[in-house]
């Protein structure tokens, strides 16, 4: 393996950061990999260390008939270090890939500042460094940091999202709620549920409506991203929008009624000891007071305390299919890379996918080979199809977006909406392993019987 005069630099320690720089590592290069914290956090980060997850403790489906399932699957066969690490400090959560994020976090920050090729600095970086640089300093880039990209960048765009708050455990009424996932699923008891009757839910969606919101910088015009969308928003929407929404009650049924409730709020376990939930789906601006106020109003909720609330926050990015080349180096600057949701993916698992391929477009450079990202009909390569614009129409106008089979080239022929799902897992497996036998690295075969369960 050629190895390069000076490491490469490695900005942002997040999912993106800490893949690319891990992939960099174990390909046999060096790298600086400088992170801001602990010294110094973004408004949405609380944690000290590496690869946190600032709001859901869930990577989402782990059912690699789903697209973002398929995606998981595929970045443990590339040996991800965020995947590994994930899998080791899972917290039960059904279908879903969900983790204790202190012993997540500690644990990427471990592997990676004992890796031999690995060099960690802390502190904030001001400045565009010298030498091959990887930018993957997420939607919460640093003021100073994007102040010095923008004379290469030229433009940036940006959006909001909102995260969900959490709850104490032992504040919740435990005679109200009840453990159950929806028809069942995975666990079977791995949620807890409160139930709310028709006029509870009425009056709470009366208060999400009228409760004071945070209000937006004059100069920030709020672009929502559709599959994040703050409850008052969705209750503006429509008086059943979150009843058919994150409060739907299909496949629950009250053991106290033996009915199935009006509408639910559905908590998620944040740690593996459950002493702590995560109100699911509940992203909000709501200020703090009127959060604290309106979710009292949530059966099971009215002594509630709160672990952290829900907040608004800014997202950064590129637009990735206009200034980047096909590698994610900047095409005015063919010396700085870009990873993670700043090049326009959405999520964590997407964001450490990012990391990932541009592991692999570095290494390329670096060794003066092809640079060979996987197809475009696996979920690496849809990503990929997303970020060069390769998946969308003429005119598209570019926004983030997780993965989704919508990326994927289309399946020809007429099927019914799980079969199509099928299809598009087993034509990503069968690409993939055509792939596999290019990568610079060992690729691990899939693992099988894939579950039979599929989810969107
Ligand atoms: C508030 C909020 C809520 C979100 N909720 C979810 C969710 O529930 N589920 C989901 O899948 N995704 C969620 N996302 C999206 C999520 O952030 C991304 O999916 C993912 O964390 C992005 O990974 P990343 O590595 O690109 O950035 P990050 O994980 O944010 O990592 C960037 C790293 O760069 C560091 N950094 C920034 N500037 C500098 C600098 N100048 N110098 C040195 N270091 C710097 C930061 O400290 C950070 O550690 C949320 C994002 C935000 C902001």
Redesign the pocket.
């Known amino acids: 393996m050629a190895q390069q005069n000076e490491p490469i630099t490695v900005?942002?320690?997040?999912?993106?950061?800490?893949e690319c720089a891990w992939q960099l590592a174990r390909l046999g290069h060096r790298v600086v990999l400088?992170?801001?914290?602990p010294e110094?956090?973004?408004p949405?980060?609380q944690l000290p260390g590496?690869?946190?997850?600032?709001?859901?403790n869930?990577?989402?489906s782990d059912n690699p008939e789903s697209a973002i399932g398929l995606l998981h699957a595929e970045l443990r066969r590339v040996g991800s270090v965020i995947l590994s690490a994930a899998d080791l400090h899972r917290v039960p959560a059904g279908d879903a890939l969900a983790v204790d994020r202190e012993h997540f976090s500690a644990e990427v920050q471990q592997r990676l500042s004992t890796h031999p090729n690995i060099t960690v600095v802390a502190?904030?970086?001001?400045e565009v460094p010298a030498g091959l640089v990887v930018f993957?300093?997420?939607?919460?880039?640093?003021q100073?940091?994007t102040d010095a990209l923008a004379p290469h960048v030229g433009e940036k765009l940006y959006f909001y999202?909102?995260?969900?708050p959490i709850v104490a455990d032992e504040s919740i009424d435990h005679t109200i709620a009840f453990r159950q996932s929806r028809y069942g699923k995975g666990g079977g008891d791995d949620y807890l549920n409160l139930p709310l009757s028709r006029d509870e839910y009425a009056r709470f969606v009366t208060e999400l409506r009228t409760g004071a919101k945070v209000t937006p910088h004059a100069f920030e015009e709020p672009k929502y991203f559709e599959g994040?969308l703050p409850i008052e928003v969705m209750a503006e929407r429509g008086e059943e929008t979150l009843a058919f929404g994150p409060m739907k009650p299909v496949g629950l049924m009250d053991p106290r009624t033996r009915q199935q409730p009006y509408a639910v709020v559905q908590l998620r376990m944040e740690d593996r000891a459950g002493t702590a939930w995560n109100l699911v789906g509940f992203?909000t601006r709501l200020t703090w007071p009127e959060q604290k106020r309106i979710f009292a109003l949530i059966p099971g909720l009215a002594k509630a305390e709160w672990v952290r609330m829900g907040?608004i926050?800014r997202?950064t990015f590129l637009d990735g299919p206009r200034l980047l080349a096909r590698d994610f180096s900047l095409k005015n600057s063919e010396r700085l890379f870009f990873?993670?949701?700043?090049t326009g993916v959405?999520?964590?698992?997407?964001?450490?996918a990012?990391?990932y391929l541009t592991a692999l477009a570095v290494h390329a450079r670096l060794t003066g080979t092809a640079f060979a990202p996987p197809p475009g009909e696996t979920a690496l390569g849809a990503l990929y199809r997303h970020v060069t614009g390769e998946a969308h129409p003429e005119g598209y106008r570019y926004q983030p977006t997780n993965v989704v089979f919508a990326l994927f080239p289309p399946i020809v022929g007429r099927f019914k909406k799980a079969e199509k799902r099928v299809q598009y897992a087993r034509r990503a497996v069968t690409h993939f392993d055509a792939w596999a036998p290019t990568a610079p690295h060992p690729v691990a075969p899939m693992p099988s019987p894939a579950p039979a369960r599929a989810e969107a």
């Open positions: 900005i942002g320690a997040g999912l993106a950061g800490s400088r992170e801001q914290k110094k956090k973004s949405a980060h590496f690869a946190e997850l600032v709001c859901s869930s990577m989402r502190g904030e970086v001001t993957a300093t997420g939607p919460l880039t640093s100073a940091l999202d909102a995260i969900a994040c992203q907040q926050h997202n990873a993670g949701q700043i959405e999520g964590y698992v997407e964001s450490t990012c990391g």
